[in-house]
């Protein structure tokens, strides 16, 4: 009853690898797996001299930090702010419709930003042009795309992982609570020595998982919102996304390759890396 | 103390409220603005521009998606097709490998979980996983390779697993077994029947993936008659902001035939309709099957 899975990954994960040999090879679509030229290591040479892979990781690991902490952070301060409402329906309702950007597709998350903020007829433009402003051109402000990229990472997640934070304030005991109050602790310091703390093991275990797939970007985020708009690459373009546009726009397959086989090695690297001190310091929290 | 006391959670309480109702406008609004834009006329947004209440109210969106409606019912049959089949089959799937790996008396479940579990610490990349696909497997164009690649995600068999796990106790498979069930009956007619919650929230997760799947499509189909919903509606508004970039930096409109503002933000709405109505009901499940699967850890 397990043969569908194994076999599964393998053909989903595991013949894959065997193709990360094309990263050596000057591979057209032609030519099949061993009779491509071997170049060695030129792809990766060429990646790393024109700068291309040093951009691209530090792009996509920025933005990750970016989502990771940000994201915590303000799910954490939401979670604790909306356990504290008191308005049952109005509680339900609100922790609903900050959930509902997950649900949609980030084609639609496109749609949106389309509709602010295209030159013409744009809302934002729209606004501006009320208030006697110039219209901006945000297509051409590459600065700006930061912001936006991890805005619309917060709207589109932030209800999830509130989720997930809210039920494991909802599962502290209020024993601990009461006893704070009668020792005279105001609310703020009720929530800083015992809620904060107490969040702690769920958020190291979500960073932890986080931290482990920091290579791979929100693929879907970034393209949706940035497509092939070449101004923007230089702020904006991730491993994920060039490689995509490697294989799909400019057919450098074995470029993409190489770029791939190097995301998925430093991941790599990086997970274990991470594990090894996680289990140093608490055995716990380890990964595997 | 108490006055203090009182005062504290006063303040609190404003910045709750405030901060909860300023994150959900937050969240509502987008929507706002695609629904007004698609209740537009289209002539007003060009004009004028988007606005969060129709400036001149009009069906005309509405009615060019659907006067023309072959090409969104086919795509939408697609995306329906494509998530069920894919939603079920994956289910089966998933529970089986996860009651598998949750059985103790199972020798190799560590060496199993390694193997499945690996995949997400290293892979191929892409492009060889796209030439497998294409060359190796011959998905191109066919519906197959719109619902294999989803089937099955590591993560999701590992919550399955433990999910089957908290939900069935250890003593119900023996006493089963000396029932004289098989491995599949007890499957069949015990676990599945126990982890319903479970199956409930790997299922919703599955149904969106496929539901909201673009990707896949982007990459293997070339006919538009096997196009999933999310990518027609990419295409509908890409070609358009396309057309009209180029038309802006050229000083020529490119307008003729291309789908209007109006039309593309109705059509937006037409393809989230389905989750927006269905919202309310799955959201439930999904906050409960997160919530328990977040305390499992």
Same mark, same amino acid.
């Given at each position: 009853?397990?043969?569908?899975?194994?076999?599964?990954?393998l053909?989903?994960?595991?013949?894959?690898?065997?193709?990360?040999?094309y990263?050596?090879?000057?591979?057209?679509?032609?030519?099949?797996? *061993?009779? &491509?030229?071997? /170049?060695?290591?030129? @792809?990766?040479e060429?990646? #790393?001299?024109?700068?291309?892979? =040093?951009?691209?990781?530090?792009?996509?690991?920025g933005y990750?930090?970016?989502?990771?902490?940000?994201?915590?952070?303000?799910?954490?301060?939401?979670?604790i702010?909306?356990?504290?409402?008191?308005?049952?329906?109005f509680?339900k309702?609100?922790?609903?419709?900050?959930?509902?950007?997950?649900?949609?597709?980030?084609?639609?998350?496109?749609?949106?930003?389309?509709?602010?903020?295209?030159?013409?007829?744009?809302?934002?433009?729209?606004?501006?042009a009320? *208030?006697? &402003?110039?219209? /901006?051109?945000?297509? @051409?402000?590459p600065?700006? #795309?930061?912001?936006l990229?991890? =805005?619309?990472?917060?709207?589109?997640?932030?209800?999830?992982?509130?989720v997930?934070?809210?039920?494991?304030?909802?599962?502290?005991?209020?024993?601990?609570?009461?006893?704070?109050?009668?020792?005279?602790?105001?609310?703020?310091q009720r929530?800083?020595?015992?809620?904060?703390?107490?969040?702690?093991?769920?958020?190291?275990?979500?960073?932890?998982?986080?931290?482990?797939?920091?290579?791979?970007?929100?693929f879907?985020?970034?393209?949706?919102l940035?497509g092939?708009?070449g101004?923007?690459?230089?702020?904006?373009?991730?491993?994920d996304?060039?490689?995509?546009?490697?294989?799909?726009?400019?057919?450098?397959?074995?470029?993409?390759?190489?770029?791939?086989?190097?995301?998925?090695?430093f991941?790599?690297?990086?997970i274990?890396?991470v594990?090894?001190?996680?289990?140093?310091?608490?055995?716990?929290?380890?990964?595997? | 103390?108490?006055?203090?006391?009182?005062?504290?959670?006063?303040?609190?309480?404003?910045?709750?409220?405030?901060?909860?109702?300023?994150g959900?406008?937050?969240?509502?609004?987008?929507?706002?603005?695609?629904l007004?834009a698609?209740f537009?006329?289209?002539e007003?947004i060009?004009?004028?521009g988007?606005?969060?209440?129709?400036?001149?109210?009009?069906?005309?969106?509405?009615?060019?998606?659907?006067r023309?409606?072959d090409?969104?019912?086919?795509?939408?049959?697609?995306?329906?097709?494509?998530?069920?089949?894919?939603?079920?089959t994956?289910?089966?799937?998933?529970?089986?490998?996860?009651?598998?790996?949750?059985?103790?008396?199972?020798?190799?479940?560590?060496?199993?979980?390694?193997?499945?579990?690996?995949?997400?610490?290293?892979?191929?990349?892409?492009?060889?996983?796209?030439?497998?696909?294409?060359?190796?497997?011959?998905m191109?164009?066919?519906?197959?390779?719109l619902i294999?690649?989803?089937?099955?995600?590591p993560?999701?068999?590992?919550?399955?697993?433990?999910?089957?796990?908290?939900?069935?106790?250890?003593?119900?498979?023996?006493?089963?077994?000396?029932d004289?069930?098989?491995?599949?009956?007890?499957?069949?007619?015990?676990?599945?029947?126990?982890?319903?919650?479970?199956?409930?929230?790997?299922?919703?997760f599955?149904a969106?993936?496929?539901w909201?799947?673009?990707?896949?499509?982007?990459?293997f189909?070339?006919?538009?008659?096997?196009?999933q919903?999310?990518?027609?509606?990419?295409?509908?508004?890409?070609?358009?902001?396309?057309?009209?970039?180029?038309?802006?930096?050229?000083?020529?409109?490119?307008?003729?035939?291309?789908?209007?503002?109006?039309?593309?933000?109705?059509?937006?709405i037409?393809?989230?309709?389905?989750?927006?109505?269905?919202?309310p009901?799955?959201?439930?499940?999904?906050?409960?099957?997160?919530?328990i699967?977040?305390?499992?850890?």
């Open positions: 009853m397990l043969l569908p899975a194994l076999i599964f990954f053909l989903n994960a595991y013949f894959p690898m065997i193709g990360v040999y990263a050596f090879t000057q591979f057209d679509f032609n030519s099949s797996l *061993f009779n &491509a030229p071997f /170049v060695g290591l030129r @792809n990766f060429f990646l #790393w001299k024109s700068g291309t892979l =040093l951009r691209l990781t530090l792009n996509t690991i990750n930090l970016a989502f990771i902490f940000l994201g915590n952070v303000l799910a954490i301060v939401c979670a702010l909306l356990s504290e409402l008191r308005i049952k329906w509680k309702l609100t922790q609903s419709i900050m959930f509902l950007p997950y649900f949609v597709s980030f084609v639609i998350l496109s749609v949106i930003v389309y509709n602010v903020f295209n030159y013409e007829n744009g809302f934002l433009n729209t606004l501006l009320q *208030f006697g &402003a110039d219209p /901006v051109d945000v297509y @051409n402000k600065v700006v #795309w930061i912001f990229i991890i =805005l619309f990472y917060l709207w589109k997640n932030l209800g999830y992982s509130m997930i934070y809210l039920a494991s304030i909802t599962g502290i005991s209020e024993e601990y609570y009461e006893a704070a109050k009668i020792d005279g602790a105001h609310i703020f929530i800083w020595y015992i809620t904060v703390p107490m969040l702690k093991s769920t958020f190291v275990v979500l960073l932890l998982f986080s931290l482990g797939s920091i290579m791979k970007g929100q879907d985020l970034f393209y949706q940035i092939n708009n101004v923007l690459y230089n702020t904006t373009d991730i491993l996304t060039y490689v995509f546009r490697s294989l799909k726009v400019t057919f450098d397959i074995g470029m993409a390759t190489a770029a791939g086989l190097y995301q998925s090695l991941g790599f690297v990086l274990m890396t594990n090894y001190i996680i289990r140093k310091i608490n055995d716990d929290y380890a990964l595997f | 103390m108490q006055i203090k006391d009182d005062k504290y959670t006063k303040i609190l309480q404003i910045i709750a409220y405030v901060v909860v109702i300023l959900s406008i937050a969240c509502l609004l987008p929507f706002l603005l695609i007004s698609s537009s006329a289209n007003s060009i004009k004028d988007y606005h969060l209440i129709p400036a001149k109210f009009s069906l005309e969106g509405y009615k060019t998606v659907f023309f409606p090409e969104v019912l086919r795509a939408y049959g697609v995306t329906f097709f494509t998530t069920i089949v894919g939603t079920t994956g289910l089966f799937l998933m529970t089986m490998a996860g009651y598998v790996l949750a059985r103790k008396d199972f020798k190799y479940r560590n060496i199993f979980s390694f193997y499945i579990y690996f995949t997400t610490l290293f892979g191929g990349g892409l492009v060889p996983w796209y030439i497998m696909m294409t060359k190796y497997l011959h191109t164009d066919s519906y197959m390779a294999f690649p989803g089937l099955m995600t993560f999701l068999i590992i919550l399955m697993k433990n999910f089957i796990r908290s939900a069935v106790p250890e003593e119900l498979f023996e006493s089963a077994k000396i004289g069930a098989g491995d599949f009956k007890i499957y069949w007619r015990i676990v599945l029947q126990l982890s319903m919650p479970g199956i409930a929230t790997v299922g919703l599955l969106l993936h496929y909201n799947d673009w990707f896949t499509s982007s990459l189909i070339n006919d538009p008659h096997k196009y919903l999310q990518f027609h509606l990419y295409n509908v508004i890409n070609s358009a902001a396309f057309m009209a970039n180029m038309g802006a930096g050229t000083g020529v409109s490119l307008g003729g035939d291309l789908p209007t503002e109006s039309t593309k933000m109705a059509m937006a037409v393809v989230t309709g389905p989750i927006l109505l269905l919202y009901f799955i959201q439930r499940y999904f906050v409960k099957g997160l919530t699967g977040a305390v499992k850890g």
